[in-house]
């Protein structure tokens, strides 16, 4: 075990009856690390989120915290404090007694208390609610007072499930600044689940993208973008192009893959290209990466001959979608200046292509 | 929809509010005109005189009464609270959700029998000869004078009020969101400090709400202080049952009723006050 | 979620275990005084205890042969189904009222539909007794009738109103865009609606009024109903009869309740209005 890890997952299996929530899982947390964990609902995050703060015990494995197992550690021996998704804060309880809370329940004096709570309440900049009861603060403040609650303790790690998920999209973004912020002063491991992409790119050290129980990838924001691991990953992400076909060795020590659009040169030197010669693999390509011109492009590029089909703007950016002859839908991310050669109108037909070395290619599930 | 009242509508609301006031504002209000009327050669005829007031209030065995009716109330709604609190907690937190609805289900059985023949079947376990000296005396124990004492009517206040209080206390205890519990077992909140820095506050309304019951009912009982506690202390219910059926002394039952209603209202007001202290909802 | 698997960390089997004891216990009590009763309306020993006497069924013949008890089950029958009747009336036409409008004084026309079963029953008796002596309506039937009227009506009131309330409040509206009349909406989309709720109320309230004694015990002068005289065995100490009239009303009460349960969740559960019309 790599000794700068505060959370350890072996082999930690979790079943529900016969639901299987959560497979084989191994991986690490590192101290004063942001992890998110990414997936869309019901593929076992809070799950995983909930075994480590003791909601749920494992049915299999070891969950380790510092090296020690806390497999039969109850929830309130842990300290693995825990924003939930409603917040839950006490409603008989005002803000500042919400806050204490924890510090009431360790035995800290009511003067001591205080204060720690009211340095926090500072901190989230909270201070003038104090007295004030939980159903009187808007939504961006309770979220202020339950990290205030979690962290006044001042703990190893804290847990975070979807925390701003009842909030609008501007505060959404206001508030992942200071939880950003936060971590990084306090230098306290966070591990942070969600199902939005945004907010754990934008937050996060490493990503952990769970599908159906399983761990689909861990990497850093821009590993996972770049380069997604599986099939799973890249669709989710919805940031690549991509193409199914076989693996085939070619004459010259080169590989290709033969897909019906035609075959796709690939990178022969890849590790993963090799592994996969002769079997079905899908090939991921970044929209940002994927090229539009006119005519048939020359040099080690893989081109196929498409139709445009519809366009969107975000910001400096436009999105171009695009269908091969056989329907197979395939996007184009640029900025405005990039595409502004190209004839862009709904049914022109154009080439879309890429160099050999922005695809990469991923065992098909 | 905000409409007026047309014929159509006052078709429907009409008779209820004239029923309830004919029949249960006007009765009340009577009440008071009642107490002060004069009783004069065993025929009572209006008047306006305080002298039942006067009376009953000049009398020790009246407060004595109101004490002992007072302290029997209290002391049965903190006692089926207590009682009751572990019960209705492993019902709504222990029991899957089947055997949940099986338990209300259960709960409800002892509305529809009559409480006279349940206050009569402990007669049955609390006699001298009866059941409980019985199964005492098989251990070599007793036999103990059970009936006839405080502790009977409390058994019988405890078999009026406890069914309530424990479907009410349940009521409030289903309703807290599992996550709170979470919350506190997650800041190192153990089991029981949560029960109490966590179950308990969040059901607060309904927990008082479930003992001021108690203690209504319970306060107004005549049956349990007379064939379990066997009259003995006087409560003011009995004192009223008396007062009323036994000559024509009802001016004076009045001033005892209007009594209780005056300690009820006060009572539900404070306990009312108290369940929803601090809270602005 | 998973109450079985957390188990294994935030709980305790032996605080589980003496939990569930505990509710057991408190059943036990609840039951006891029901449950023997039962068992002693069928055992001979003329001052009830254990070990049990033999079978059988002299107090059930002592009841069926006093003409007492017979006039007091008619009382009654008559005075419940009565009441019945009108407290169902009274209270759906104030859950309705609650329903669909709102206007100045609601608080206090609800608080009249719903307060009085929370009047300690010995209060109440008494002012139905001066007041209704004073309009010379006391000491017979009638009297019974219009006082447990005051009292079954908010549970009338009670049970319907939940079930509107499980009504789509559009429901009625459409009635009449689509031409109904408020008349015809209420006959063919309310109350189609509110049956299994309406006839669930008519057996609790009966239900209640066969239970209630004391209010029936101060008013009713010599036309006492079957609870009434039960009370007057309470006093008279010839007891077991209690047993053999408790148990007969027991089933009698049970009967209508779950007759009101069957109603309510069974058909109730549909989430739309019978059609039966």
Known sequence: MNKNALVSFEGVVKRFGEFVAVQRMDFEIGKGEFLAIMGSSGCGKTTTLRMLAGLEAPSEGVIRLSGKPINDLPTWSRDTPMVWQSLALFPFLNVIENVEFALKMRGVGKAERRRRAEQWLDRMQISEFAGRNISQLSGGQRQRVALARSLVVEPEILLLDEPLSALDAALKVRMQSVLKNLQRETGITFVYVTHSQSEAFSMADRVVIMSRGKIEQIGTPQEIYRTPRTRFVANFLGSSNIFTGNVVETGDGRATLETPMGAFGLVSSEQSTRALMGRTATLTVLDTKTNLSRTMPTGRVNAVPVRMIGEEFIGATATIYLETGDGHEIRVQKSHEELASLPLQIGQELVAYWNEEDGHLVPEE | MRRPLSLYGLTFSLPLLVWQVLFFVFPLVFLVALSFWTVKNFRMQPDFDGVNWATMYGRAVFWQAYGTTFALAAAASVLVSVLAFPCSYAISFKLSDTARSWAVFLMVIPFFTSYLVRVYSWQIFLSDAGIVNVMLGWVGLGPYTLLNTVGATMIGYLTLTFPLVVLLQLFSLVFIDRTLIEAAHNLRCGRLRTVFAVIIPSARVGLVIAALFAFILSFGDFVSPIYLGGGDPTTLSILITDTTKSGQQWPRAAVIALTMIGTLLAVAFAAVRFAYKGRTK | ?277
């Open chain 3, 1 to 277: 979620m998973s109450d079985k698997d957390t188990a294994s960390i935030n709980r305790n089997r032996a605080v589980d275990v003496a939990l569930l004891v505990y509710i057991v216990l408190g059943y036990a009590f609840v039951f006891a005084p029901i449950a023997a009763s039962f068992v002693f309306s069928f055992n001979s020993d003329r001052f009830p205890s254990i070990p049990l006497g033999h079978f059988s069924l002299e107090w059930y013949q002592a009841v069926a042969g006093d003409p007492l008890v017979w006039q007091g089950l008619r009382n009654t029958l008559f005075v419940g189904v009565t009441v019945g009747v009108i407290a169902t009336a009274l209270g759906f036409g104030a859950a309705y009222t609650d329903y669909r409008y709102r206007f100045f004084g609601k608080q206090v026309y609800l608080a009249l539909a719903l307060i009085p079963p929370t009047i300690p029953v010995v209060i109440l008796g008494l002012a139905m007794l001066a007041y209704l002596s004073r309009i010379s309506l006391s000491g017979n039937a009638l009297s019974v009738i219009i006082a447990h009227v005051v009292i079954c009506a908010p549970f009338a009131m009670a049970i319907i109103r939940l079930r509107l309330s499980q009504m789509d409040p559009d429901l009625e509206a459409a009635a009449w865009n689509l031409g109904a009349s408020e008349w015809a909406a209420m006959r063919h989309v309310i109350v189609p609606f509110a049956k299994p709720a309406i006839f669930g109320a008519l057996f609790i309230t009966m239900a209640v009024s066969f239970d209630e004694f004391a209010i029936a015990w101060f008013v009713s002068g010599l036309n006492e109903t079957l609870p009434v005289k039960v009370l007057g065995f309470l006093q008279g100490q010839v007891s077991p009869r209690i047993n053999a009239i408790g148990t007969f009303v027991f089933v009698t009460s049970m009967t209508l309740v779950i007759l009101a349960q069957i109603l309510l969740t069974g058909r109730g559960a549909k989430d739309r209005p019978a059609s039966d019309e």
